[in-house]
């Protein structure tokens, strides 16, 4: 595994049947002049049935795993559900203590797919949603679906439709997306847990031996994973040339094998990355997913 992030620690304790990899932030929260309020904490009783609005990216996703432990420390026995799009529908259901995923699937990418899907959560009867999402869209959602309590931030003109709504102050955009969000809940009533994002795989290492069968018949090298791709194309993407490179330097120091991923859009990115390489680079794109 290959992670780069200078804003970030991590420490691997390996398990007879998993790895957990936890990533602490090297930044401490600004906080002075942080002051989240909201008008009413989120009821102690009563929440039987909590809906969690998850963000729309895999990055960000990662970022709220630990408001969503501060929303489940609070809620021990509370059945938690998380609404999210494939496929960081991936990253909930490994890395959470949710009860249900729920997918935002593309046909409710409409006006009336929508109502559609509000229509589909008030079939659930959820007592509460907190929105990690910033947009009104999720307000709507949750105000359509008849739930009760629905907090978030006052973000994109919502607020008339949150009964929980929590003004952002200047300090709390510029603190780390972990506090964005962790703070939220907080400001909630929610638990103050570890920052602290313990990203378990549930796969055991056997299963995780026969995958990799399937792609390194040897299976003797170590291996470093690459995901080249990115939503927005060039405006967000390293070059394809200097990919190539930082992984033929890092498979002949380390001696190992270098795998590409991503979804299926980035199979011809990584494709390009393959062909700049020197050394011989498997492209897995768009045949795997995050949980195998």
Same mark, same amino acid.
């Given at each position: 595994?290959? @992670? ?7 420490? +691997? ?23 989240? $309020?909201?008008?009413? &904490? ?12 998850? #963000? ?8 709220? @795993? ?5 929303? %489940? ?15 960081? +529908? ?9 009860? =249900? ?8 990418? #409409? ?9 589909? @959560? $008030?079939? &659930? ?17 949750? %105000? ?18 949150? +009964? /929980?709504?929590?003004? *952002? +102050? ?27 994002? /313990?990203? =378990? ?7 995780? &031996?026969?995958?990799? *069968? ?16 990115? #939503? ?8 394809? =040339? ?47 997913? @995050?949980?195998?």
């Amino acid at each position: 595994m290959a @992670l780069a992030a200078s804003a970030l620690e991590d420490k +691997t304790h390996s398990g007879p049947e998993n790895k957990i990899l936890i990533l602490k932030s090297k930044h401490k929260l600004p906080q002075a002049g942080l002051d989240l $309020k909201s008008k009413h &904490k989120l009821p102690q009783a009563g929440l039987d049935k909590i809906l969690i609005r998850g #963000t729309n990216w895999i990055g960000d996703a990662v970022m709220t @795993l630990p408001a969503i432990a501060s929303v %489940r420390a609070a809620y021990p026995r509370t059945h938690l559900a998380i609404l999210a799009k494939p496929p960081v +529908t991936d990253v909930y259901r490994l890395f959470s203590a949710a009860d =249900e995923i729920i997918p935002y699937e593309k046909k409710f990418d #409409t006006p009336l797919g929508v109502f559609r899907l509000a229509h589909a @959560l $008030k079939q &659930k009867k959820f007592d509460a949603a907190i929105l990690l999402q910033n947009a009104i869209e999720a307000a709507i959602i949750a %105000r359509a679906a008849g739930i009760r309590v629905r907090a978030g931030f006052s973000s994109d003109g919502r607020g008339i439709l949150l +009964t /929980h709504a929590i003004r *952002r +102050t200047e300090a709390i955009f510029n603190t780390h997306q972990i506090d964005y969000y962790l703070e939220m809940v907080k400001a909630l009533g929610c638990a103050d847990v570890d920052r602290a994002m /313990h990203l =378990e795989t549930y796969i055991s290492p056997a299963d995780a &031996k026969n995958v990799l *069968r399937q792609y390194l018949p040897e299976g003797d090298r170590n291996i470093i994973g690459i995901a080249p791709g990115a #939503t927005y194309g060039p405006a967000k993407r390293w070059l394809a =040339e200097r990919f190539a490179a930082a992984g033929d330097q890092l498979g002949r120091d380390l001696n190992a094998q270098v795998i590409l991923f991503g979804g299926n859009d980035d199979r011809e990115t990584a494709e390009q990355v393959r062909a700049h390489a020197q050394s011989n680079m498997i492209n897995l794109a768009g045949r795997t997913s @995050l949980g195998c």
